[in-house]
């Protein structure tokens, strides 16, 4: 490559890897360090989880768990701070209790209400799974393992070492019948070599079934025996065929169900520390196995930036946060998501466990979301048909 190639491709990697920096979460404005929260203020911990939590250009921090939050803490005249932890630093606080409450969309879960206790459920979503609309995968190397698989199985070694045998024999007869094949004669050949190559050759042929001139024996069972192979080779290579067109065409297809047996068969990406990841972790350790690409980005923006730009094939996540993200401009028609329920996921906040907080704040959790009105707030954040089904 000329030296003005390398300059330009050079360039494109530097343009590439700046649009992926310009994609990652930035720390959201409306935080307090978390060193500079005053004493007997609480500190409440919050990422960028749209459309729980995110930041508008002018009215800052908002959001369906900002709107709720700011409800509760005004009845209860709570004084605090916002402070920006990523999901896996807001974990480790709410154990060791540094922290007062997480508005941050959590999934309640028994390892967690093990670490640190949980609010009243306010809210459900499920694990989903998310691809490209364009991805119809071809993964050759899955079609070199899966005919691997095949032609080193006992049975299809039996097969093939019956049909050399059968090749062997024909080719056999043929010599000891030559005076009844017409359509090859001896004196024709250059050489003996030559001519027992071409006689085994047409007699693999034969066994195949891919020839349609058969030898013309006088001997009626010997004609018959010739007529059986040919049967018996034509549905056996009729079978191989479709066996290895039923392998490309799997290759090919998009496969939304993810098991322990498909799972390693793909690129995959999800959310650090989420029950996500927990969900693939375990499912992984099923089938004692590990995927093409395991990939782990701190925010859900950046896993399915991941699925957009083909790092990944298949995004496991939150379908709430998921289904808000693939209707903004930045990943519209990119990527779709598929409606099957992997797993459902309960949210609540998250407080240290014995927190005085708790009992005071499942009241009027319950309160707010009891309040008729509370559906229409719902709505302007998620959607009419994320209420309904959740």
């Known amino acids: 490559m000329k030296w003005w190639g390398w300059v330009v491709l050079s360039s494109l990697l530097w343009l590439s890897a700046g649009i992926k920096i310009a994609h990652a979460q930035a720390?959201?404005?409306?935080?307090?360090?978390r060193n500079e929260v005053?004493?007997?203020?609480?500190?409440?911990?919050?990422?960028?989880?749209?459309?729980?939590?995110?930041?508008?250009?002018?009215?800052?921090?908002?959001?369906?768990?900002?709107?709720?939050?700011e409800n509760v803490a005004k009845t209860l005249k709570l004084d605090y701070r916002y402070i920006c932890l990523d999901l896996?630093?807001?974990?480790?606080?709410?154990?060791?209790?540094?922290?007062?409450i997480a508005i941050s969309p959590l999934t309640?879960?028994?390892?967690?209400?093990?670490a640190f206790d949980f609010s009243h459920q306010y809210f459900s979503s499920s694990l989903v799974i998310a691809t490209r609309p364009e991805a119809v995968s071809f993964n050759f190397e899955r079609v070199l393992h899966t005919i691997g698989k095949i032609a080193t199985s006992s049975g299809f070694i039996s097969v093939i070492l019956f049909f050399v045998l059968i090749t062997l024999v024909l080719a056999f007869i043929s010599?000891?019948?030559?005076?009844?094949?017409?359509?090859?004669?001896?004196?024709?050949?250059?050489?003996?070599?030559?001519?027992?190559?071409?006689?085994?050759?047409?007699?693999?042929?034969?066994?195949?079934?891919?020839?349609?001139d058969i030898f013309s024996f006088s001997n009626v069972r010997v004609q018959l025996l010739f007529v059986l192979v040919l049967m018996?080779?034509?549905?056996?290579?009729?079978?191989?065929?479709?066996?290895?067109t039923a392998v490309f065409m799997s290759s090919t297809q998009q496969h939304f169900s993810i098991t322990a047996d498909n799972l390693t068969q793909h690129q995959i990406s999800t959310l650090k520390g989420s029950t996500a990841e927990r969900y693939l972790n375990e499912t992984l350790e099923q089938s004692e196995k590990e995927p093409l690409t395991w990939l782990r980005q701190d925010s859900w923006g950046e896993v399915l930036d991941d699925l957009a730009s083909g790092e990944a094939d298949v995004v496991i996540g939150d379908w709430v946060q998921m289904t808000w993200l693939v209707n903004q401009p930045r990943f519209k028609g990119r990527i779709q998501?598929?409606?099957?329920?992997?797993?459902?996921?309960?949210?609540?906040?998250?407080?240290?466990?014995?927190?005085?907080l708790r009992e005071s704040v499942n009241q009027e959790l319950i309160g707010v979301l009891r309040n008729h009105s509370?559906?229409?707030?719902?709505?302007?954040?998620l959607g009419g048909d994320q209420v309904s089904a959740h």
Not at 27 to 33: F, K, Y
Not at 88 to 100: F, P
Not at 232 to 244: K, Q, R, Y
Not at 374 to 381: F, G, K, N, Q, S
Request: proline letters at 7%.
């Open 108 to 114: 309640i879960s028994r390892s967690r209400e093990q």
């Open 175 to 212: 010599y000891r019948h030559m005076e009844h094949y017409t359509p090859l004669a001896k004196d024709d050949m250059d050489g003996r070599f030559s001519f027992h190559l071409h006689l085994l050759l047409m007699s693999g042929l034969n066994t195949l079934g891919m020839r349609k």
């Open 88 to 100: 896996n630093s807001t974990l480790a606080a709410l154990k060791v209790g540094s922290i007062d």
């Open 337 to 356: 998501i598929d409606p099957a329920t992997l797993r459902l996921e309960p949210h609540g906040w998250g407080m240290p466990t014995g927190s005085a």
């Open 38 to 69: 005053p004493a007997g203020v609480l500190s409440v911990a919050v990422r960028s989880a749209p459309p729980y939590i995110f930041e508008h250009s002018i009215r800052g921090l908002e959001g369906l768990s900002i709107d709720l939050w």
């Open 374 to 381: 509370w559906p229409d707030v719902a709505r302007t954040y």
């Open 27 to 33: 720390p959201l404005a409306g935080c307090t360090p």
């Open 232 to 244: 018996v080779g034509s549905v056996f290579s009729s079978s191989l065929g479709g066996m290895i």
